[in-house]
């Protein structure tokens, strides 16, 4: 029986490392179940046929996939990226996302232990198909399509990014806001001196 398995993040998409963060975080499975679901996600095999493996195999399996234990290396944040000839820009300045692409990346980072789960529902939102305009829509297409084709050593930087992004932006509107407010109470202020009506009890 031969297994095809990756010897570096290199060949993981982001399906597989979403997949494989639960398996390695999760602390209830016997140790070679976990080794079996491991090897699993990483093969794309059938459970079926990775549990025939003696354990003197598995062994081995797991000492060729060791690069796991290390996380993917930080890279750079791409503007753009091209899939089946396809090029995907990405709103890398949180000031021009749209209102729509905002309330999905909070809804997307509303919990913290599915972050690898939503990273390919996150790029989605944020990286859209070259000349089109940002729609809920399509986003699900283009998330199944980045879960396949992307390798997580493309863009793990990415997951340091979008971490960061939320909260950058929130400040951002806020800031916005008290600007905002501000100007309105001059000029209400304005209005008050100049009609030179007080507050009436």
Known sequence: ??????TSWEAVNLKQFAQLQAKLQDGTEDVIERYL???????????????????EALKKAIDYVSFINHLPKETKIKNQFEINGQIYKGVIDVTKLTAGQYIDIKTFCKNTDEIFDNLANIMAVIYIEEGQEYEGTKHAHRARIFQEHLKISEVYGFTLFFSNLLNDLTADILDFTIREQRVLIEEMQRDLMSNGDGLGY
Not at 1 to 6: A, R, Y
Not at 37 to 55: A, C, F, H, R, Y
């Open 37 to 55: 679901d491991i090897i699993t996600v990483l093969s794309g095999e059938k459970p079926s046929i990775v549990n025939q493996m003696p354990l």
């Open 1 to 6: 029986m031969k297994i095809n398995l990756p």
